[in-house]
């Protein structure tokens, strides 16, 4: 079922100053920078391991602040086929956190779960 890691999220409170530091101090590349209404994100990669990645996200609501509390906010995992996926968890009695697969920031599909300590899984299934 899982393919890879695929990404590592971390809550940031200036997206500018995230990635100077990450790029800078330890020399990611940023692939993908984008906005939705209430959340900026970046994706960041080593060139010696592209297909593992630092998601940055900075909440632009005041609803949804920084927060010391989960900083490191989720662990994804890249799919063959999200819909398979979603029947297995079903199947092992997993429930997922939405009944909506929603799409990604660069055109593919996700959903989030809960692991066995209620930290936040998602799944993540890329363009092809």
């Known amino acids: 079922m ?4 695929e990404h590592v999220s971390i809550m940031v ?7 100077r530091f990450y790029s800078e101090i330890f020399g990611f590349n940023v692939r993908l920078r984008g906005s939705k209404s ?18 940055l996200i900075q ?5 949804l602040k920084y927060s010391e509390m989960g900083i490191v906010n989720h662990l994804a995992f890249t799919v063959e086929n999200i819909d398979e996926t979603i029947q297995f968890l079903i ?10 697969v929603k799409p990604t920031l660069d055109g593919g599909r996700m959903i989030f779960f809960h692991g066995p300590s209620r930290e936040l899984l998602q799944l993540v299934e890329k363009v092809k």
């Open 13 to 19: 409170r200036d997206m500018d100053q995230s990635i």
């Open 59 to 63: 909440e632009k609501t005041a609803a």
């Open 91 to 100: 199947e092992q009695e997993i429930i997922v956190t939405s009944d909506v």
């Open 2 to 5: 899982i393919r890879k890691m």
């Open 38 to 55: 209430d959340r900026e994100m970046a994706f960041l990669y080593l060139e010696s391991q592209p297909d593992m990645e630092i998601e």
